[in-house]
């Protein structure tokens, strides 16, 4: 299979000398994961799906892209979204930009190291908060914890969970 002109411009093989520094925070993830995820419901029901992420270095290596994918392929998707992550030096900190367009799900943070953790803060497209957070980091495994919120006074409550795997490609 030959590779199209578009992925071939969008793809990179790693960050640019000069900003792979910057670039480890997310550098890590570049590779194929299988997950198993956990939905927290409003009314207390649990869902729960497998499912596979993958993540490589786009844009001259300047940005990290990832696809989300539940439940597994081949199998019909429930959710099927990316997220372009980009560093800044002037915030010390990166934009992230999520896309579900099969949810209509949208969410725009920025992301920072704390501690051991990875914690991503911002608003999606239902007026909520959203903190999304990589925890128990290994070189073959995380944990990601989604919460929500609707003000700054209320709790986070935890909407979903990812407990990923690296695959052996």
Not at 44 to 50: A, L, V
Not at 127 to 141: H, K, N, P, V, Y
């Amino acid at each position: 299979m030959t590779i199209s002109p578009f992925f071939a411009a969008l793809g990179s093989e790693g960050p640019p000398a000069g900003r792979a520094k910057d670039m480890d925070l997310y550098g890590w993830l570049i590779g194929s994961w299988e997950m198993d995820s956990v939905h927290y419901l409003d009314d207390g029901t649990i869902q729960k799906w497998d499912g596979e992420c993958h993540f490589g270095w786009v844009l001259e290596g300047h940005a990290i892209q990832d696809i989300w994918i539940r439940p597994k392929r081949p199998a019909p998707s429930t959710m099927y979204g990316t997220t372009l992550r980009v560093f800044d030096p002037g915030i010390g900190g990166w934009h992230i930009l999520w896309s579900d367009p099969l949810n209509q799900d949208y969410s725009r943070q920025i992301g920072r190291a704390e501690g051991k953790d990875i914690v991503q803060i911002g608003d999606d497209s239902r007026g909520l908060q959203a903190r999304w957070r990589f925890t128990e980091i290994t070189a073959d495994s995380f944990h990601w914890i989604g919460e929500e919120r609707v003000a700054e006074s209320d709790p986070w409550q935890v909407a979903y969970e990812h407990f990923a795997r690296r695959m052996n490609t």
